[in-house]
DNA sequence: CTGTTTGTACGATACCCATCGTAGTACGGC
DNA sequence: GCCGTACTACGATGGGTATCGTACAAACAG
């Protein structure tokens, strides 16, 4: 399942008359804002490069609490926002949850083969170590 | 122009019987210890950044004064540093001057395509601003 | 030997950031 | 309305880091 900022995060013109919209806004960045820096700096985090990488192999999105890390809830809380505001995943709210899915194709888009070299390179060391 | 780090970083078991022995040694990391995210964290900056695109567009080694880079002497000596330290370039003393080159071989064979992949997003994202 | 070029070392500074705990908010079920 | 689940907000804290200036060291050309 492929998730674009604007399907998961509806602009200001086209609010509330669906009824599946449920509540808070989540700011993300369009994909003209998209940085290479910030996703650079963001993915060279270990906990949020498990994060990245349990979103890919599920290719679907995973709420918050799908994802067994060795940090308290308050810190994945903020990885979280690292990656959604620095253009790496989308978050919307459903219910109590929130999900995430990667932003795979405005990333593509933006930087090509970027991402999956990425997640190539991480799977590689990861069976290394 | 391809340099492993062994050849510009010679093991303490063959020293100084060669003629182009010149000085101090620096600190690189074997392939192995080379780490994804400190890579990453690496290419995270934009100064750091830079520095690479020159090199790669070189694709010969380069002394750190070839750089015209809009921050002090020191702070660009810091910059080469985290390169070098997280495996991205080797460097090596000739007289005055200290060259650098990108570990393109070890990168490539630790993360095949994530180099390019880097490379090709910050000419990517350069020519769009 | 002296001076120039080139890069380093060191200390200071200001900022960023990963982490935590606690307290709080939002939603859905009962 | 009330409770549990899921996530957030806030403040604190310790460590990292990008930046600078100044003073120093190493090599080469005279």
Redesign the interface.
């Known amino acids: 399942m492929r998730v674009s900022v604007d399907e998961a995060a509806p602009r200001e013109t086209t609010v509330a008359t669906a009824a599946a919209h449920t509540s808070r806004e989540l700011a993300h960045p369009d994909r003209?804002e998209i940085?290479?820096?910030?996703v650079?700096?963001a993915?060279?985090?270990?906990m949020r490069?498990l994060i990245v990488r349990d979103l890919a192999r599920t290719d679907d999105e995973l709420a918050c609490s799908a994802f067994e890390l060795p940090v308290s809830k308050s810190t994945t809380t903020h990885h979280f926002r690292v990656l959604r505001e620095s253009g790496v995943i989308v978050q919307v709210y459903r219910g109590t949850a929130k999900k995430s899915a990667l932003r795979s194709d405005d990333l593509e888009e933006?930087?090509?083969?970027?991402l999956?070299?990425?997640l190539?390179?991480?799977e590689?060391?990861a069976a290394?170590d």
């Open positions: 003209a940085r290479l820096e910030n650079l700096h993915l060279s985090d270990p490069l933006l930087f090509p083969g970027l999956e070299a990425v190539a390179a991480a590689a060391q290394r």
